[in-house]
């Protein structure tokens, strides 16, 4: 059998595409069924020869519990899949990575609580390992940020399109006082930590931090 993600690159950036890759091998691991996709860019950073599609199945759209996502806030969306691949759908779960899934095309963002990815742990990890060339770069720059202290703690913190969307759960800008307020409980029991901020409003939002001399590229 065969398990399809055609919507990958279409839904969410880069980080996205982590989580929806990786939920598809997952679940395709788990039910011993090749997978497919389209290009993405993954296959340029960690090598992957992914199998393209090679025909369509009907959709599988993600569900959420407890929490509402996407499909379930705006559920026109699932008319319209449907209407664009020709088939009924149904709705898919966290449960399938550990039962497998088959003969669908999933459609979704698959950001699960890192809880439930800890027994595909090794696997997942191996997805994303960058090709030798980018590892030179990616090895110097990390060297060069332990240099600055033993403990790394890295918070991406989004901006840009989430104050301008609707607001969803999952388009919520996080104040940046609730991440400060996290950093002054734990920031003295590290050893020798250091901060590395990324965010697409660098600008506005490393001057929320300056007390710990954040580190940006």
């Known amino acids: ?11 969410g950036r880069f980080g996205n595409q982590l989580m929806q890759y990786a939920f598809l091998r997952i679940c395709a691991k788990q039910s011993g069924a090749a997978f497919e996709c389209p ?22 759209i993600e569900r959420s519990n407890p929490n509402l996502n996407m499909f379930d806030v705006v559920p026109e969306l699932i008319p319209w899949i ?20 088959n003969g669908v095309d999933l459609w979704g963002f698959f950001q699960v609580q890192t809880g439930l990815l800890k027994p595909h742990r090794e696997f997942f990890r191996s997805l994303f390992r960058p090709v030798d060339d980018l590892k030179l770069a990616v090895d110097e720059g990390l060297n060069r940020l332990r240099g600055k202290g033993k403990t790394v703690i890295g918070l991406h913190i989004r901006r840009g399109d989430f104050l301008s969307l609707p607001l969803f759960g999952f388009t919520h800008p996080v104040p940046a006082r609730w991440w400060r307020d996290w950093l002054r409980r734990i920031w003295d029991t590290l050893d020798s930590p250091v901060l590395l901020i990324c965010s697409d409003d660098l600008n506005n939002v490393v001057p929320e931090f300056q007390e710990y001399s954040p580190v940006t590229f």
């Not at 449907?82 to 899934?101: F, M, P, W, Y």
């Open 1 to 11: 059998g065969r398990l399809t993600m055609t919507s990958l690159g279409k839904l």
């Open 39 to 60: 290009p993405w860019d993954g296959q340029v950073i960690f090598g992957h020869l992914d199998p393209p599609v090679s025909g369509p199945l009907p959709p599988a």
């Open 82 to 101: 449907e209407k664009v691949t020709g088939a009924n759908s149904s709705r898919v779960g966290h449960e399938a990575l550990d039962q497998g899934l």
